[in-house]
């Protein structure tokens, strides 16, 4: 699957629904095991959830928008297929979400890209099942060090912390990431699965259980006139520093 919003593979509440139902032909397909999830763009994976989708948008709007948020995770972190991240270009906040949810990640290994959940640098705050997400994926004390500075890493950073599980060059990305999905298809599918889901189960219910709460959550904390504020500073900061 390869991603393609331009400029940057902004997540947008229709970006998400058409990822999100391109995701299930594919897991409704059986003779679909593995899927690659790699960026059309230039330069990025996927930088994160669309800002606009949480700026002056109405609180209708913008719980709809983050139920397509949880959708996407539940639909990536519950799959029963493999699924490879073949990150090439940088992957911060959502990107990095996305990326986690994969089983296995292959970044491109330009000093020039970075990943990580950086709300904090916007003045938003990741919440519980993005942190247990990456608690899943690089332990306990990386995240609270991770999540509280906001952190992006370089490719060579986030491999040292199991963030991403290999680097390669750019051009070899794709061949790479087919050669791991043959090794992962390699093991029967059923014990995988049940494994996978395992190891994944006690996050995925935990929000399923609290998936009303946690959009009124949302909402009502994206909403909030200084919430709003660091949002627009942000935004405004993102197109100074193109000028
Ligand atoms: C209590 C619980 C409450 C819950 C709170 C909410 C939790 C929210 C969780 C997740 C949040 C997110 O995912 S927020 C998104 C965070 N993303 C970022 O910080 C990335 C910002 N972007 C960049 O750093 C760069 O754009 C890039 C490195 C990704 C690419 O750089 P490049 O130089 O190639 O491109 P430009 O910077 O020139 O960008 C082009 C164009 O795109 C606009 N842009 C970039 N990112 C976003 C985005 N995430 N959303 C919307 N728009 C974005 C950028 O402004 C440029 O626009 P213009 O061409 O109009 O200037």
Redesign the pocket.
């Known amino acids: 699957m390869t991603l393609q919003n331009p ?2 593979n ?3 509440l229709d970006f998400l629904t058409e990822f999100c139902s391109a995701l299930e032909k594919l897991e409704m397909d059986k003779s679909c095991r593995g899927v690659i999830l790699t960026s059309g763009q ?3 994976f ?9 700026y002056g948008k109405s609180p209708e709007r913008c719980g709809e928008f ?1 139920r397509a ?1 949880q959708e996407m995770w539940l639909k990536l972190y519950s799959s029963n297929m493999v699924i490879i991240a073949a990150i090439n ?7 990095c ?1 996305m990326s986690m949810t994969c089983d296995y990640r292959i970044m491109a290994d330009n000093p020039r890209y ?1 990943i990580g ?3 904090t ?2 003045g ?5 099942w ?1 942190k247990e997400t990456m608690v899943n994926t690089v332990g306990h004390r990386t995240t609270e060090i991770a999540l509280q500075l906001g952190q992006l890493y370089s490719p060579t950073e986030a491999l040292d912390i199991g963030l991403v599980d290999k680097l390669v060059p750019e051009d070899q990305i794709i061949a790479t990431a087919t050669q791991t999905m043959t090794k992962w298809l390699a093991v029967p599918d059923h014990a995988r699965q049940i494994t996978k889901s395992m190891m994944r189960k006690p996050t995925i219910d935990k929000l399923m259980s609290k998936r009303e709460p ?1 959009i009124q ?2 909402v009502s ?2 909403t909030k006139d200084p ?1 709003q504020k660091s949002l627009g500073l ?2 405004s900061m ?2 100074k ?3």
């Open positions: 400029p940057v902004s997540l947008s230039p330069k990025v996927s930088a994160g959830l669309d800002i606009m989708e949480m983050w948020v270009g940088s992957s911060p906040a959502g990107g979400l970075s959940l950086n709300e640098q916007l938003i705050v990741a919440p519980f993005f946690d959550n949302f904390f994206i919430i942000y935004l993102l197109k520093r193109k000028s």
